[in-house]
């Protein structure tokens, strides 16, 4: 069975960074599109980023493009979220998901979730 476990969260001044990371375990890593999603206080879960196995490219919210980067360590079954130019709204909890092959924008698409981690950006 799939387990995801994402860590790194925190609080960080306008302005600062951050790197997530989810561990993943219970299956080859390779097989899997990973996704990275978010949900604020009130808001639907929405999508962050994500990249393919299979075609290997990354796919970014319009919001983060150029300030997240999303990469994966196959040798560490390893997927990180590096966070730069954070902004108050960017503040949501961030959760690490994992779907088989090729990577999608939809949270209904993807087959297992971590438990999330809080990222909190004060002005």
């Known amino acids: 069975q799939v387990q995801l476990v994402e860590s790194g969260g925190g609080l960080v001044q306008a302005g600062g960074s951050l790197r997530l990371s989810c561990a993943f375990s219970?299956?080859?890593?390779?097989?899997?599109?990973m996704g990275w999603f978010r949900q604020a206080p009130g808001k639907e879960r929405e999508f962050v980023a994500s990249i393919s196995w299979r075609i290997g490219t990354t796919n970014y919210e319009d919001s983060v493009k150029g300030r997240f980067t999303l990469s994966r360590d196959n040798a560490k079954n390893t997927v990180y979220l590096q966070m730069n130019s954070l902004k108050p709204e960017d503040t949501a909890i961030y959760y690490c998901a994992a779907k088989s092959w090729v990577a999608g924008t939809s949270p209904l698409e993807y087959d297992y979730w971590g438990q999330g981690t809080q990222v909190t950006v004060s002005s």
């Open positions: 219970g299956g080859t890593f390779s097989n899997y599109a």
